[in-house]
């Protein structure tokens, strides 16, 4: 199951759309859906979490919390809207290319990819626009 939460005037347009991407993003990758749930909610909503679970006192576009069991993924996904509202101006992109890919970048953190080192930065970005581009692919 995939749902979506809001902790902001926020709403995702279209959310079967996004749980039918999402659903393929895992899959793509030979894993099964669990329990995926997505906070959309603001810098302070996030910077408190940032602080209280890992102990980072900075804002980020996402943090993810992973709890997934062998081949089925569960966890939580929290991502700033209002991260994904200045990266659009800072990286010139549109706020929807944004989100798709802060959410792309957290369902592969649970899939097990990181982004600590250069080299896996690379990987990261190259995965986030592949799996931005199954986004454009028509769901059954």
Same mark, same amino acid.
């Given at each position: 199951?995939?749902?979506?939460?809001?902790?902001t005037?926020?709403?995702?347009?279209?959310?079967?759309?996004?749980v039918?991407?999402?659903?393929q993003?895992?899959t793509?990758?030979?894993?099964?859906?669990? /329990?995926l749930s %997505?906070v959309?909610?603001?810098d302070?909503y996030?910077?408190?979490?940032?602080q209280?679970? =890992? *102990?980072h #006192?900075?804002l980020?576009?996402?943090?993810?919390?992973?709890y997934?069991?062998?081949?089925?993924?569960?966890?939580d996904v929290?991502?700033?809207?209002?991260r994904l509202?200045?990266?659009s101006y800072?990286? /010139?992109?549109? %706020?929807?290319?944004?989100?798709?890919?802060?959410m792309?970048h957290?369902?592969?953190?649970? =899939? *097990?990819? #990181?982004d600590?080192?250069?080299?896996d930065?690379k990987?990261m970005r190259?995965?986030?626009?592949?799996?931005?581009?199954l986004f454009?692919?028509?769901?059954q």
């Amino acid at each position: 199951m995939i749902e979506f939460y809001f902790e902001t005037e926020f709403e995702l347009q279209d959310k079967k759309r996004y749980v039918e991407w999402v659903a393929q993003i895992v899959t793509s990758e030979g894993r099964e859906v669990g /329990n995926l749930s %997505f906070v959309f909610c603001d810098d302070t909503y996030l910077l408190e979490i940032n602080q209280k679970f =890992l *102990g980072h #006192d900075s804002l980020t576009d996402v943090i993810t919390f992973d709890y997934s069991d062998d081949d089925v993924l569960f966890g939580d996904v929290f991502i700033s809207t209002e991260r994904l509202k200045e990266n659009s101006y800072k990286f /010139n992109s549109t %706020f929807v290319d944004e989100l798709q890919r802060v959410m792309a970048h957290g369902v592969l953190h649970l =899939l *097990g990819y #990181d982004d600590k080192s250069d080299d896996d930065s690379k990987e990261m970005r190259s995965k986030e626009e592949e799996k931005m581009k199954l986004f454009h692919v028509e769901h059954q």
